[in-house]
């Protein structure tokens, strides 16, 4: 399912039923770790793309903060702009593959987990930062 129209940061109706079915994982954060990653193609300049990722991560962090009644869900939004294309941005379809929300729900340690992946420094950074509002890189 699509979640969000081209350039936008609100998700839309049908974005919002999808992910709501996720939500019995997430509302138990003492069990599961989530890490929601947004990705973009390489379109506009580079403050937009960080900014347009970290906006919806964070509208998906909200989602879910608005369904657990206001209570933090242990959530950790990450933008990633257009760092890790999963093909190069060289076509309209290409770029379709880029664009994409990725979900990590995890029972397990996830800085174990995702030893030597892309997200392991960002983990380690937000343990560090627990308590603080949550914030992309």
């Given at each position: 399912a699509e979640l969000f129209a081209p350039n936008q940061r609100q998700l839309g109706e049908t974005a919002k039923s999808s992910l709501k079915l996720l939500f019995p994982y997430i509302r138990l954060h003492n069990k599961y770790k989530v890490i929601v990653a947004v990705h973009c193609a390489d379109t506009g300049d580079d403050m937009y793309r960080e900014e347009l990722t970290a906006d919806r991560a964070n509208a998906i962090d909200e989602l879910f903060f608005n369904l657990n009644g206001g209570a933090d869900t242990g959530i950790i939004p990450y933008?990633?702009?257009?760092?890790?294309?999963?093909?190069?941005?060289?076509?309209?379809?290409?770029?379709?593959?880029?664009?994409?929300?990725?979900?990590?729900?995890s029972g397990r340690n996830l800085e174990e987990e995702l030893k030597g992946g892309g997200l392991t420094e960002f983990i380690t950074q937000s343990q560090g930062q627990a308590g603080a509002e949550q914030q992309t890189p």
């Open positions: 933008g990633l702009g257009d760092d890790e294309p999963l093909a190069p941005n060289t076509s309209l379809k290409n770029r379709d593959k880029n664009r994409r929300v990725e979900m990590i729900i």
